[in-house]
């Protein structure tokens, strides 16, 4: 699939819009009625400090949690999404810290857990269709360009950053148009967590959305094409990230105040 050019989406195009979502628990606004864009092929990463709701914002995306308020509209039509998945049905799926892999089994069986595929015997007997499933992971991992040494190898002898990109890979089973990460990559070392960034970057080329939860600004400059900032529950501001510097976005983490930059 083509490469999305920013520049060149006519605007007002969007592939998820939120507006006005909120989430109290008890007493405590979590989410004050915040409203965001998520275009065809890009990378928003959302950050802020701990507690400012980011967290508590992705799982209403995500099925996870209903908000109290708010719409959601996916390619333009109303979703109202009462589970994980239901989300899934509309090709969003989260990667949560918890990988949800088993360490003894080996790639394919990680990404087929669930869902094996199946055939029959003599016509008769039905037993796990492994060729399928093996053939099946092999064209997934090339069509998201991911290499693995060892994929018939328990993925407990894998490396973090292999693991998390497996995590993805078996997500991306399904037709994902829109991929929610909470911190992906902050257990990871320095090389892993930029193959997992590649891994991102190879995702966004193939036309996908990603929206990434991270605290760490290099990460963010990396890889998003735009920033959102959040705190205290509101959406500070959504800026191009070419627009501007790493001191801005931590001026707006702290202050909550947006800086003077253009913003689409
Ligand atoms: N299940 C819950 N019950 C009650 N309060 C909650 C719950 N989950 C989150 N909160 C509160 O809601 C606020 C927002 O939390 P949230 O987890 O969304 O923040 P966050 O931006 O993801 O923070 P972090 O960067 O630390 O992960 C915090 O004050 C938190 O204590
Ligand atoms: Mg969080």
């Given amino acids: ?32 009625s915040v409203s965001l864009e998520i275009r065809p092929g890009e990378v928003v ?25 708010g719409s959601m509209r996916m390619k333009g039509a109303e979703i109202k999404l009462t589970s994980p998945a239901d989300a899934r049905n509309f090709g969003i799926e989260t990667l949560h810290q918890h990988l949800g892999l088993v360490d003894v089994f080996n790639v394919q069986e990680n990404i087929f857990l669930g869902r ?13 269709d492994r060729a399928k499933m093996r053939s099946q992971t092999a064209d997934l991992l090339e069509r998201i360009g991911l290499q693995l040494p060892e994929v018939e ?18 997500l991306l089973l399904n037709d994902v148009k829109l991929l929610i990460m909470d911190e ?23 036309g996908l959305s990603v929206l990434i939860i991270s605290h760490n600004l290099e990460h963010v400059f990396t890889i998003a094409d735009r ?34 930059a253009p913003t689409h």
């Fill in 45 to 69: 990463a959302l950050v802020g400090d701990n507690g400012a709701g980011k967290s508590s914002f992705i799982k209403m995306l995500s099925g996870v949690m209903m908000p109290d308020e």
């Fill in 116 to 128: 094996e595929l199946q055939t029959k015997r003599f016509g008769i007997f039905p037993v796990l």
């Fill in 153 to 170: 190898s328990p993925v407990r002898a894998m490396s973090g950053g292999q693991r998390q990109s497996i995590a993805i890979a078996r």
């Fill in 227 to 260: 920033i959102a900032v959040m705190k205290n529950g509101n959406l500070v501001d959504v800026v191009d990230t070419k627009a501007v510097d790493h001191d801005q976005v931590v001026s707006m983490i702290v202050s909550g105040r947006p800086v003077n």
């Fill in 184 to 206: 992906p990559m902050a257990a990871l070392g320095v090389d892993e967590g930029r193959k997992v960034l590649e891994l991102i970057d190879s995702l966004r080329e193939k």
């Fill in 1 to 32: 699939m083509a490469f999305v050019d920013q520049a060149k989406q006519p605007k007002g195009r969007s592939l998820l819009s939120v507006r006005g979502l909120c989430k109290s628990y008890g007493g405590l606004k979590a989410v004050k």
